[in-house]
């Protein structure tokens, strides 16, 4: 196959299409793709999605043509080899013993869908082959064994998972980079992905997505939202270290002001790579040069053209105005968080919400737990659907998108709505925990010659 000097004619990777556990025929899909009514969608049925999650989304009010968010969920099972000594028994088959991961991942595209379907598609597949590499130490761990004594202190269960998270996510990444040479895979997309697994959440994150824990009256924050602004250290101090990444085009400085050529030779505070404080300094034609990171909050923006720090994608993206590429500064690396369920007594009204930043964005997380709360509240012990969390998903996005007043959208409390793609996962904690322990097949003698292996 030749690729063409336009991406734009190359074929696409993939058809653009809405999650898989959707199952919508092509009129639901042209249907839930009206930005003008921006229908709320939901799976069409109850184990369409792991463990009873809920989930559900709409599309913007006309920001682009398509539902840019994707998302994706399933599940992989590890299996281990027969205990030692096992191996010739005429049912050594079963004697093992098994790891169900269970996973759900939001990815927010952005100036197309090809990168955000690339990531909802293949990471799972990138996420289980470094799964498998590490099992074997992983169910060393889990029956109760100890570190071998040449590996060091440092390396625990939760470092081994989370370097599976951070090299899948690299492999992701680079996949895109590969495959865009011969595909349109359009634009690029951030990335948030929880994993189940020994009893444990682990939350990896890439972009500016959100997950927050809900037990009881606590509201947990999950992950870290990465911008610009947030990430301002980082992005200086590899413009410090490469300069030659700068294109001669930007400072890597921070001031306190736009500075002008009149400014030369005057005492401006800034700040400098990888500092926390200010400190003033003359300055030079050097740093008249625009900054890498300009705005403040939602406004912030990489080398003035990108409003988010992490991601899949954006490869070729450069900044506007000039032809410094902007991926060397915007990272796929996830920022991994642990959270340990078998610390907590948890019930069936503790969950995990999971929202692309069309969520977040006009309202907070205290907000949405209150939804939550209220809408858990109105289980029915004659329900029969199991359908509760589903709920709670369609009153989360309900509440962010609002109500279309007058050709805008607002909420009930008369603030402007979210004008963005909304997507959610509403995940009970309890199910999750329990489906995620180390399972034993075969005879209770197999068990205990595994914890005392």
Not at 115 to 123: K, S
Not at 367 to 383: D, F, N, P
Request: hydrophobic share 35%; with cysteine.
């Amino acid at each position: 196959m030749s690729a063409g000097s336009d991406p734009r004619t190359r074929p696409l990777r993939l058809a653009y299409r809405r999650p898989e556990f959707l199952q919508q025929t092509p009129a639901e899909l042209r249907a839930s793709t009206d930005t003008s009514v921006r229908p709320i969608v939901e799976p069409k049925h109850v184990n369409a999605l792991p463990l009873k999650a809920g989930y559900a989304e709409c599309t913007n009010a006309g920001k682009s043509d398509f539902n840019e968010d994707q998302a994706a969920a399933g599940e992989i099972i590890l299996t281990s080899k027969p205990v030692s000594g096992q191996e010739n028994q005429p049912d050594a088959s079963i004697r093992s013993s098994s790891l169900r991961v269970v996973y759900y991942g939001l990815f927010d595209g952005h100036a197309g869908t090809g990168a955000a379907l690339m990531a909802a598609n293949q990471l799972i597949i990138h996420l289980q082959e470094k799964l498998v590499e590490i099992k074997d130490d992983v169910f060393h761990y889990a029956r109760g064994g100890k570190i071998p004594i040449l590996m060091p202190s440092t390396v625990t269960v939760d470092s081994l998972v989370t370097g599976a998270l951070e090299a899948a996510f690299f492999a992701m990444d680079q996949q895109i980079e590969r495959e865009s040479k011969l595909f349109n895979i359009s634009g690029g997309c951030t990335a948030l992905l929880a994993l189940f697994f020994l009893g444990k959440l682990y939350v990896a994150n890439a972009g500016d997505c959100r997950a927050v824990i809900y037990f009881g009256d606590q509201v947990k924050p999950v992950s870290t939202e990465f911008t610009p602004e947030q990430e301002a250290q980082r992005i200086q101090y590899l413009g410090f270290l490469r300069p030659d990444l700068l294109g001669k085009n930007y400072t890597y400085n921070c001031f306190a002001r736009h500075l002008s050529r009149k400014d030369i030779g005057k005492k401006v505070l800034c700040r400098g790579p990888m500092n926390n404080g200010w400190h003033f300094k003359e300055i030079t034609e050097d740093d008249v040069k625009p900054q890498l990171i300009t705005g403040e909050g939602k406004r912030a923006r990489l080398m003035g053209t990108i409003g988010v720090s992490r991601g899949f994608g954006d490869h070729s993206l450069l900044a506007h105005g000039d032809e410094t590429r902007i991926k060397p500064f915007l990272s796929c690396i996830p920022e991994v968080q642990v959270f340990d369920l078998g610390e907590h007594q948890l019930t069936e009204d503790d969950v995990l919400v999971m929202g692309s930043d069309g969520l977040w964005d006009m309202t907070t997380s205290e907000k949405i737990g209150s939804l939550v709360k209220k809408t858990l509240a109105t289980r029915s012990l004659s329900e029969l659907d199991d359908r509760i969390y589903t709920r709670v998903a369609r009153a989360v996005i309900q509440h962010s998108r609002g109500e279309s007043v007058s050709g805008g959208w607002l909420q009930d409390c008369g603030r402007e709505a979210s004008f963005d793609d909304i997507s959610a996962f509403v995940i009970p904690l309890n199910e999750t925990y329990q489906v995620s322990q180390l399972k034993f097949q075969g005879s209770q003698e197999l068990k205990e010659a595994v914890e005392n292996e």
